[in-house]
């Protein structure tokens, strides 16, 4: 009797039985999935949320990233480094003392039209060869269109910690208002 009582085997108004699920087992199976997606849907975004919350990274906060050992630049040296948001810059020694202010370290993409620039020991200067742009050691625009635009490299704080030289690199994150910073 309990067979007959499933949608599936009852017999349609011309005495046939029908394969097919009855309406409401195939409206129990589709609120069923339903619900399991939205169970999954909220998991996610609740881990999502908590994850955040323990290993928060504050925007505007910097970290001090490896570039080389001081000994590695002699004054008038530079080397090629790439942050870790892809941005080309260009690391000078421009004395011979072991601090910070010794070294400078400025973007490598000229302002203008976003050509590499390299530094010139020789002239004291940074060059753009695309239209003849220079910048002083502390990347002011002396010459060409970026000092027709008065374009300046962008500089990226430099440190020393011991015999190395370390470049302030910006954190990416969450934003966090000054309210929730304080906390």
Not at 19 to 48: D, E, K, N, W
Not at 54 to 60: D, I, N, Q, S, T
Not at 134 to 151: H, L, R, S
Request: charged fraction near 15%.
């Amino acid at each position: 009797m309990g067979d007959a009582t499933q949608g599936s085997d009852l017999p349609n108004a011309d005495g046939e039985t029908s394969s097919t699920p009855s309406r409401r087992a195939f409206l129990q199976h589709s609120s069923s999935a339903t619900m399991a997606a939205g169970l999954i849907a909220g998991y996610g975004t609740l881990a999502g949320i908590a994850i955040k919350f323990l290993y928060p990274a504050r925007v505007g906060q910097t970290i001090q990233q490896y570039v080389c050992r001081l000994d590695e630049l002699q004054v008038g040296d530079s080397l090629p480094f790439i942050m870790p948001s892809g941005a080309k810059v260009v690391v000078a020694r421009q004395s011979e003392g072991d601090t910070a202010d010794d070294f400078i370290a400025l973007s490598s993409v000229c302002p203008h039209l976003g050509c590499k620039v390299h530094w010139e020991a020789a002239n004291e200067r940074f060059f753009c060869p695309c239209h003849n742009g220079a910048f002083n050691a502390q990347g002011a625009p002396t010459e060409g269109p970026p000092a027709a635009a008065n374009q300046y490299l962008t500089r990226y704080p430099l440190a020393v910690d011991g015999n190395l030289l370390m470049i302030e690199v910006p954190v990416e994150g969450i934003s966090v208002s000054n309210e929730e910073a304080s906390a």
